[in-house]
């Protein structure tokens, strides 16, 4: 029950993301740039992760991701999360107009 719930938030919060990147009206659209900002001791959503950033970029707005309290952790782990992001980001697909995450 708990996991339906917590998938049926996410699939929400996704909707009103792609809501909000495609308004019509310039002042309902977001900022000119998105900044997805991951913290290095935090739990990574490889799945999650990739869809939350897969809206913008589906949108031709630019993508940016940057890694946070990089010395918190070890030098193996910060491996570890660079891979995990690296593999997060190249489940995206380009948008339209080609462009990458950064």
């Given at each position: 029950?708990?996991h339906r719930?917590q998938?049926s938030?996410?699939?929400?919060l996704l909707?009103d993301?792609?809501v909000k990147?495609?308004a019509?009206?310039?002042s309902?659209q977001?900022?000119?740039a998105v900044?997805?900002?991951?913290?290095?001791?935090a739990?990574i959503?490889?799945n999650?992760?990739?869809e939350?950033?897969a809206?913008?970029?589906?949108?031709?707005?630019?993508?940016?991701?940057?890694?946070?309290?990089?010395h918190?952790v070890?030098?193996?782990?910060?491996s570890d999360i660079?891979?995990?992001?690296?593999?997060a980001?190249s489940?995206?697909?380009r948008?339209?107009?080609?462009?990458?995450?950064?």
């Open positions: 029950y708990m719930r998938v938030r996410w699939l929400c909707n993301l792609q990147f495609e019509a009206q310039p309902q977001p900022a000119a900044v997805y900002v991951h913290k290095a001791g739990r959503a490889v999650r992760i990739s939350a950033l809206v913008p970029v589906q949108s031709n707005i630019p993508t940016f991701v940057a890694l946070t309290d990089i918190a070890d030098e193996r782990d910060l660079h891979k995990s992001l690296e593999g980001i489940l995206v697909k948008g339209t107009l080609g462009r990458r995450i950064a």
